[in-house]
């Protein structure tokens, strides 16, 4: 099979020197290797998404020289797809709904007798409210969040007997081999959907990869945490495992790593001061051609 890639940034504020790295060395990897880059968007969360965010966005990314095959996905469209996996997930007794509040999390995390709150790939660990001690039965609920029983979770997917192990690259001190250990308490029970979106990244992200049949995912370093949690879903839901690829962060003079605030690196401020594509490759240190090859990717 060749080498499918892509690329699903949120339209919801501008593209800035980050998502220039990150889209440029997907799309230079898929066409040195004579293979297929998608653009995705991930535009779950409308309250946010713009219209003309969406179309900046294709506009910074053919300035860049970066062309996408075939039509762009748009994850509001497939609502009933994610709908689906989560009635499959809860017809096997591995989600619970959840009424939390950020900040209830937060409480109940930082009470006295918890200690000091753990983090994890979503933020503080959720710390278990309103797990219950069964699962609970019934027709899949409508409009609530929905959290995956960790425990049930990794047993279900046969952590207790083989740890999972991804091919993973571009970060110091790649984890290997997880069991349920990890799973339980680095991670906790995760929202597979939250209240007004149909779904969370964690699934649709599983789903659209699947979907689309891609087969290298090459994002920033930030997202390695979420990876194990991908993997334990493709099980789940018997999905196949894309090869993984978490590559280095851009960031800014004091080491932060750039976000959509930061409106004065981004793509289309550049270019209004006359900049060229070549320009940015240079403030990222990507020259063109760039090809990762097949060592680095995990082969």
């Not at 699962?135 to 899949?140: D, E, K, Q, S």
């Amino acid at each position: 099979m060749s080498l499918r890639t892509r690329f699903a940034p949120s339209p919801t504020g501008p593209l800035h020197l980050g998502h220039a790295y990150s889209a440029l060395l997907a799309h230079d990897t898929a066409r040195a290797a004579g293979g297929t880059f998608l653009l995705r968007l991930d535009d779950l969360d409308q309250s946010r998404a713009r219209p003309e965010w969406a179309a900046q966005i294709a506009r910074d990314l053919a300035w860049l020289g970066i062309t996408w095959d075939g039509p762009v996905l748009r994850q509001s469209d497939r609502l009933p797809r994610y709908r689906a996996a989560l009635a499959a997930l809860w017809e096997r007794g591995l989600l619970y709904p959840c009424h939390c509040s950020r900040r209830d999390i937060e409480a109940a995390a930082s009470a006295p007798q918890e200690g000091a709150p753990l983090h994890g790939p979503d933020g503080v660990i959720y710390p278990g409210t309103c797990r219950p001690a069964q699962p609970p039965g019934g027709p899949l609920p409508e409009g609530v969040a929905l959290r995956l029983d960790m425990t049930r979770a990794a047993a279900a997917a046969g952590l207790d007997v083989t740890p999972l192990s991804y091919k993973e690259t571009g970060v110091a001190d790649p984890p290997g081999a997880l069991g349920p250990d990890h799973f339980t308490r680095a991670i906790g029970d995760v929202a597979l959907a939250r209240r007004g979106l149909g779904a969370s990244y964690h699934l649709a992200v599983v789903l659209d990869d699947a979907d689309q049949s891609i087969t290298h995912v090459i994002r920033g370093a930030d997202l390695a945490p979420a990876t194990p949690i991908h993997v334990l879903l493709q099980r789940l839901l018997g999905l196949p495992t894309p090869i993984y690829h978490h590559h280095r962060l851009i960031r800014d003079e004091t080491g932060r790593r750039l976000a959509k605030r930061d409106d004065a690196r981004a793509i289309a401020a550049y270019r209004a001061e006359g900049r060229t594509p070549n320009d940015i490759r240079a403030m990222v240190q990507l020259s063109p051609p760039h090809h990762l090859g097949p060592n680095t990717l995990g082969g």
